[in-house]
């Protein structure tokens, strides 16, 4: 498999040049390495930091700035960020008023996460941290026990990312986090592995006509493999999987995140958007909002994933929230 | 190849019905077909009209809104829109003050557009076109006359049609248009092609330590294909191509654009443009406004392409005013 770089040691490092080169408004600690907003702290604000392995680009860096993160974390590629990382990426956005740590459900990120805020909490900054364990797919996975974070990672970002913008404390925003995540669903299917830099051939072999149903965001295993279905097949799979475990009532407002895993094309997105919408304007529920595109991706992964977040009119109002960070942009 | 649709013949009409259902600030006309902004026509106010074969999604549809087209022509994949349907979306996007047609130069496209001129003509409706065709890689091609159309025609959509929200007339928004695009050189590099729904199938083979070298938007051959080499060589050659092409001097303002065709990682072309940031600020070319992402792609193909636009004080005041499209979003 071929890729730009220039060196697999290389790549986080090198993609942060570029992005601190593209976006002024943050400022990249190379050696840590962290990214915060350029003005970071904000005396009074809670500090909202994620992070995890990179390879899920434009999450989580691609998610800092006004209405979002303070800070992200990237780690190597598909490998937790360091304690020391977090610690210091939480430092540097501690404002005051402590920080709330996003961390999706794998077992690495939440040892690290844990070691980190322990450490903070020794220095007296109050850390409060939010679980994202959205995929309903598999109760435990080879990268997890439990549930793993995907999708609905971006969700709590924003909307507690508005809350913290409002002057929230720390429990509140971490108390919304944690409301977004347990209000999503997420679910995903491959078609193609993905392959990393370091490794640079497929993480496992689909053969051309099969599937696989229920995917991690690192090419580990889902439910099943099977034989490739029809677009309308796989976004009722996908549908169905969700409802099953974060039931939906009729007449109740979503938020619909149709997300690439890296390798899809947007066509192919958008079409998949039509077949879920109709399925749940058949179902009667209400899409409020929706986002379309490659948000949550598994490196070069030909594949998708839906999230659907039953929300209530205050997660709405903090979704319609001005946001600007290098990957989502409104208002602002 | 595998990818998330029902039947190859419908992909273009399902992705349409799922981008109606994501942007409620679109119209979709399913039968024509073609996409307006919602609130279409506007009285006075010029109409800004775009389109091409389908597969380079968000490019065109995705740019139609506030401040940027007004309506979008998608064609099948990788083929032109026929004249009726540019005849139609034209109409309903003329206020009265004549519509300007943005076309990137492939044979199909020209003569379509020209055809749908023709007709609008014989209307009374005043019709000026732009003619993008910023690609460098090659004089001439399998699908044009004279160099292609590539990733300048965002910039020209953006820069066009905010100069067309301030109320300007058809002549002075086409000139705009034809700046940008005179201003603008581009280069692409592809590692895989692309696999379109109806072939099935990659429509080229390229080895597995190889790269095409100024590879067009459909895959079409560029200069020469080559062993594969680092990132940094990849900028590097793209970038002199395009400056030998279209100079530009130090201490002049450019704005990038650092494209991917579909299938390639963000991480790679932040990795990209931390290479092009580096060489431009050693030739003392100051980057004033960047865009890292995939904006006009090749379907599934991973490559990227680089576009670099010179850019004057009114290019980059249009560059910065308010957009609200389903790809391009800022103050608004």
Not at 53 to 78: I, K, Q, T, W
Not at 147 to 156: D, E
Request: with cysteine; glycine share 12%.
């Amino acid at each position: 498999m071929k890729k730009f770089i220039n060196h697999p040691d290389a790549v986080v490092r090198e993609a942060l040049v570029g992005l601190a080169a593209a976006h002024p408004d943050l400022r990249v600690d190379l050696d840590a390495p962290y990214v915060t907003r350029a003005e970071a702290p904000r005396a009074g604000k809670v500090g909202l930091v994620s992070g995890g392995g990179s390879g899920h680009e434009p999450m989580h860096a691609g998610f800092v700035g006004l209405g979002m993160l303070d800070a992200a974390c990237p780690g190597e590629v598909f490998t937790s960020p360091v304690p020391d990382q977090i610690l210091a990426a939480s430092k540097a956005v501690d404002g005051g008023a402590g920080v709330v740590h996003i961390v999706k459900n794998y077992t690495g990120d939440v040892m690290n996460f844990q070691l980190a805020a322990d450490l903070l909490g020794d220095d007296g900054i109050d850390v409060q941290t939010v679980l994202v364990n959205d995929d309903v797919a598999v109760e435990d996975s080879t990268w997890t026990a439990g549930r793993r974070g995907t999708g609905a990672t971006m969700l709590v970002e924003k909307i507690a990312g508005a809350l913290a913008e409002t002057g929230a404390d720390a429990a509140a925003v971490a108390a919304m986090g944690t409301r977004v995540n347990e209000a999503s669903g997420s679910f995903a299917v491959a078609l193609t592995a993905c392959t990393t830099p370091a490794a640079g051939r497929p993480g496992f072999e689909l053969p051309e006509d099969e599937m696989e149903v229920g995917v991690g965001i690192h090419g580990e295993p889902g439910r099943r493999r099977e034989k490739l279905l029809p677009a309308r097949d796989i976004a009722a799979m996908s549908l169905e999987a969700i409802m099953a475990a974060k039931p939906v009532a009729s007449d109740e407002d979503v938020i619909v995140l149709m997300n690439g895993l890296g390798g899809t094309p947007l066509i192919e997105l958008y079409l998949l958007y039509g077949e879920v919408a109709g399925m749940l304007e058949a179902a009667g529920v209400r899409i409020a909002r929706n986002l379309v595109g490659n948000y949550v991706t598994s490196l070069d992964m030909a594949g998708m994933s839906l999230t659907v977040c039953r929300a209530d009119a205050e997660m709405l109002r903090l979704w319609d929230a001005p946001v600007r960070t290098p990957a989502l942009r409104w208002g602002a």
